[in-house]
């Protein structure tokens, strides 16, 4: 008996071992396929950065290495914000040159993985046209027909091809009435300007740097025939300038609330004869 | 330990460690406590006690809580539909608003439990601190999920892609935290007062979530009469004498 038990006791913990190996299993699958330095580099740098395609948020990377040498691109590579901090002039340059922008930290940056990537800038950099040369986004003028195809996209009316969520999920943008559009990120109505045009969105929405876009969209990318579109509503977002839609928060606010009480009258005539007591109604009944 | 590594480790902890500790508490203390004490599995109501304000309280809650619990769980369960429901403005307000409606009959519920708790003698008698700890962490989740819902809209369509995929990051065993890590704190405070409820539940009165008298509904009314000691088996410690 005791023997079996023991034995029951080993194959538990068996599984349990199985269990967490699975788990370590995972989590070094993962990270072994962020230092991936093409992937990585697609996932974390595209948005803000060509090799050979010129500036976007970010400086062109092209030979790099003959800007800077190897041992500060690492150290910038593994801590931008700190480097900015100690008042390095050759960071602070590149921050005036960027608008302000200033460049975080990439989850789960190694001396290895910034290595690995300097290599791959440098091979990229000798190529004709490099694959991180830019988005083939189309010069042509935008039509209002753009214009509209990138508001049901933005609005969810047309799905994006790829499956990834909606624009007005998270983001609003000013002329939208009703409702309005989602809270959770930003205000996009001025979107447009703020990535400096056509060229910079395009970059920006075919790989999103944002923390919490990133692993959506990594999955499920927005397709590149759907960016134009998209770029063409920003566009005309950014144009019109619209106010404000104050008025959507408070009356979401008053259609709960106006819901609520509602609810609680109909509850009030729907259980009118319900039992209320018994003592109490025989006491003042006497 | 830089501030970017203190936050990464806070951030395991809460989406990574947390919900494996609740899940874990929650299945093998519910079943223990099915085994070795069935008889405690009881939502303990108190409706003989006072019956008046506690038809403004549970009535509201109840039917609040559930309307949001299902609004989640099909958020859960199928958020490529709840996507396409939502591709329709005027149906992503729909769903919205009605959650939203619950949220506040929930609040409702809430205010009049802790009114009905703390103003009436016979009730205060059988509240015991078990009771306090988990209305005050539900009051927790519910004000920080209608705050989410008010400021950090539209959420059914965000949970469906963010929420769900972390959801199910966490059931398969490969936790993926970096769709939770970035949400303001306050839909983060919601997630973490989730798990800290799913942890609590099976030392506490919610267990009674398990056991619904569904046959209720349809079963002939019955006149049950009690004739043992009222206060006596509302305290969690009490056993029945088997001698």
């Not at chain 1, 189309?138 to 509209?148: A, G, M, N, T």
């Not at chain 2, 769900?164 to 970096?178: D, R």
């Not at chain 2, 009314?221 to 009222?230: E, G, K, L």
Request: proline share 5%; with cysteine.
């Amino acid at each position: 008996m005791r023997h079996f038990k023991l034995e029951s006791l080993a194959s538990k913990l068996n599984w349990r071992f199985a269990g967490i190996s699975s788990v370590f299993a995972l989590f070094l699958c993962t990270s072994l396929l962020a230092q991936v330095p093409t992937e990585y580099y697609k996932q974390n740098c595209v948005s803000c950065h060509t090799i050979g395609g010129g500036r976007l948020t970010g400086p062109d990377l092209k030979d790099l290495s003959k800007r800077q040498d190897r041992e500060w691109l690492v150290n910038w590579l593994m801590d931008p914000e700190g480097i900015l901090k100690s008042g390095d002039p050759y960071a602070v340059k590149m921050q005036k040159e960027s608008r302000g922008a200033v460049m975080t930290r990439s989850p789960g940056m190694t001396k290895s993985l910034a290595i690995a990537l300097l290599d791959l800038i440098d091979e990229e950099s000798k190529l004709e046209k490099s694959q991180f040369a830019g988005s083939q986004i189309s010069d042509r003028p935008l039509l209002q027909e753009d214009i509209d195809e990138g508001l049901a996209l933005f609005m969810g009316s047309t799905k994006l091809k790829n499956g990834g969520p909606s624009c007005v999920s998270c983001h609003v943008v000013n002329s939208l009435d009703g409702l309005s559009g989602g809270r959770l990120g930003l205000n996009l109505t001025r979107a447009y300007a703020r990535l400096e045009g056509r060229k910079g969105l395009s970059a920006w929405l075919i790989s999103p740097p944002s923390k919490m876009m990133n692993p959506i969209y990594k999955k499920y990318p927005i397709d590149e025939e759907e960016i134009l579109p998209l770029v063409a509503f920003l566009k005309n977002e950014t144009e019109k300038d619209a106010p404000e839609n104050t008025s959507a928060m408070i009356n979401f606010l008053l259609f709960g609330i106006g819901g609520a009480v509602l609810l609680l009258v109909l509850f009030d005539l729907i259980w009118n004869k319900r039992f209320r007591a018994v003592r109490e109604p025989m006491v003042k009944g006497n | 330990m830089n501030e970017n590594t203190f936050f990464d480790y806070l951030n395991l902890f809460w989406f990574t460690i947390l919900p494996y500790v609740a899940l874990f508490t929650f299945f093998i203390a519910t079943i223990q406590r099915y085994r070795g004490e069935a008889f405690t599995y009881s939502s303990l109501s108190s409706q003989f006690l006072e019956n008046k304000v506690h038809f403004w309280a549970m009535v509201p809650f109840h039917y609040g809580i559930l309307t949001v619990l299902f609004g989640h769980l099909i958020g859960f369960l199928c958020p490529a539909e709840l996507l396409a429901w939502n591709s329709e403005p005027i149906r992503l307000y729909i769903f919205e608003v009605t959650g939203f409606i619950a949220a506040i009959f929930t609040l409702v519920g809430l205010f009049n439990i802790i009114i009905r708790r703390t103003s009436n003698a016979r009730i205060k008698m059988v509240t015991t601190t078990a009771d306090w700890v988990v209305i005050a962490i539900i009051v927790f989740q519910v004000i920080t999920g209608v705050y989410t819902a008010v400021f950090h809209s539209w959420g059914s369509s965000w949970f469906a892609s963010s929420m769900a995929p972390y959801l199910w990051s966490i059931v398969q065993f490969s936790p993926e935290i970096a769709y939770v890590t970035p949400l303001p704190i306050m839909v983060k405070l919601h997630i973490i007062s989730a798990f800290v409820i799913v942890t609590l539940f099976p030392f506490t009165r919610l267990v009674h979530v398990l056991v619904v008298p569904n046959p209720y509904l349809w079963r002939k009314p019955q006149v049950v009469r009690w004739y043992w000691n009222r206060k006596k088996i509302r305290t969690t410690s009490f056993k029945i004498d088997r001698k």
